[in-house]
Structure formats: C-alpha cells, structure tokens
C-alpha cells in the first residue's frame, strides 16, 4: 500500500507570494490533517479535514486555508507568505475519524518551505 | 489548553543501553497518549499509543510506555538501544471525545546513539 505523499518535497518563494501543498493520503483513508514543524514552534496542528470538510483547525491565522477533495487528497494554501512561515509541512492520514482512532496518524514525509 | 513537556532535548547513550524519554502533559482529564519517532528528513512514525486499560503499552521497535496518572507521565523506554533508534521522539496528546485527530506534541527528545 502506498504511503502518504507529498507534493512538492521543497520549495523556494518571496514574501508576499502564495504557495499551495498537494497531500495524498494512505487509500481508504478519509482524514487528512496538517502540521507546520520549525525549529522554534515544533509541531503545530494546522487542520484537519474529513469527508471534504474541516473538522478542527488550530491557532493559525487565516492566510492558511485548505481543502479536501471527493477522493480524500487535501491541499493547503499559505497566501501573502511571510518570512515566519519557512517550515516543514507535513501532512497525515488517518484511517477514522472517531474518538477511538484518534491520534493513530500516517505522515508523510512533507513539504520543506523556504520563504525568502 | 492541554500541553505536553519534554524535558531533555537531547540525550546521549551507549548502543546496548537502557534508554527512558520521559514526557509530561497537562490536562484535565486523562488524554488519549502517543510516542511518535522521526528519523532525519522524514515523515513521523507512530511508535504506540495508550487509549485506555493495562497502563503499559508494548509499541513497535522493542519500544513500551507506561502511563502514570498521578504523576500525568507517559515515559517511552526500551531495555536495549540499537543505533538504528538515533532519531527524534515526540510525545503527543489528543483530547477524549475530540472526534479528530488534533494532537498536541511536545517540543521533542534528540536520541544520540554512542557505539
């Protein structure tokens, strides 16, 4: 079975541009969540996207939005980036969404941003 | 806010040691508990999970963890390093009857593996 993928592996923008990351998740699986990971902040919950909708969103302003597809693939968008935003970007699939699979995440290996 | 501490950074041990990574977390109620390893440019790996019941957990890897509700602890061990365990351990937390998988993680724990 094929693991999550992530698409791109790394990516170079400016401030102020735009970037959207691509997530497959694990096949059969319906939830897709993503995390930023920085040196400084560590792991951080973005969003969490089941059955095409958002189910939980973390503390992030609203430069980042995503969205889930009727095949479970999710993008993430980061508008009018910033310096701050440099971070790995990993996305994560789970094969439930309920209370009693919860946390049981599939990463993928994610997207290295560098905003310059 | 729930919160998990992590409170070594980095710790060092001889291949064939004993290894504990110890992790912390503050929340009012007994949260669902997870160890997560990442190894250098890699995605995360769940290495085991306690729900609920016998409060030590067998994991993948050789890895177990004991959930110690008085002391709010979920500390990872392992009887015997291989230097194939060198990588970086996450603690996480995520609230019961959150019906998601919104983990809050710890800021990490570098395993160096001496030979």
């Known amino acids: 079975k094929a693991g999550v993928t992530q698409t791109p592996r790394y990516l170079i923008k400016t401030r102020g541009q735009q970037v959207t990351l691509s997530c497959s998740p694990i096949?059969?699986?319906?939830?897709v969540s993503w995390y930023q990971q920085t040196p400084g902040q560590g792991l951080q919950f973005l969003f969490e996207y089941f059955s095409e909708t958002q189910r939980n969103k973390g503390n992030f302003p609203g430069r980042f939005s995503g969205r889930q597809f009727s095949n479970s693939r999710s993008e993430m968008n980061v508008s009018t980036l910033e310096l701050g935003d440099s971070a790995l970007y990993l996305c994560?699939?789970?094969?439930?969404?309920?209370?009693?699979?919860?946390?049981?995440?599939?990463f993928g290996e994610g997207s290295r941003l560098t905003v310059l | 806010a729930q919160s998990v501490t992590q409170p070594d950074i980095h710790i060092t041990v001889s291949e064939g040691a004993s290894l504990e990574l110890r992790c912390n977390y503050s929340y009012g109620a007994t949260p669902y508990l997870f160890w997560y390893v990442q190894s250098p440019g890699q995605g995360l790996q769940l290495l085991l999970k306690?729900?609920?019941?016998?409060?030590l957990v067998q994991g993948i890897k050789g890895f177990e963890a004991e959930f110690k509700r008085s002391q709010s602890s979920f500390n990872l061990r392992k009887p015997s390093v291989h230097w194939s365990d060198a990588a970086e351990y996450f603690c996480?937390?995520?609230?019961?009857?959150?019906?998601?998988?919104?983990?809050?993680f710890g800021g990490g724990t570098r395993l160096m593996v001496k030979p």
């Open positions: 994560a699939s789970s094969p439930t969404g309920t209370s009693g699979g919860a946390g049981e995440l599939f």
């Open positions: 096949s059969g699986h319906r939830s």
């Open positions: 996480a937390v995520a609230a019961r009857g959150n019906a998601g998988n919104m983990l809050t």
């Open positions: 306690y729900f609920s019941g016998d409060t």
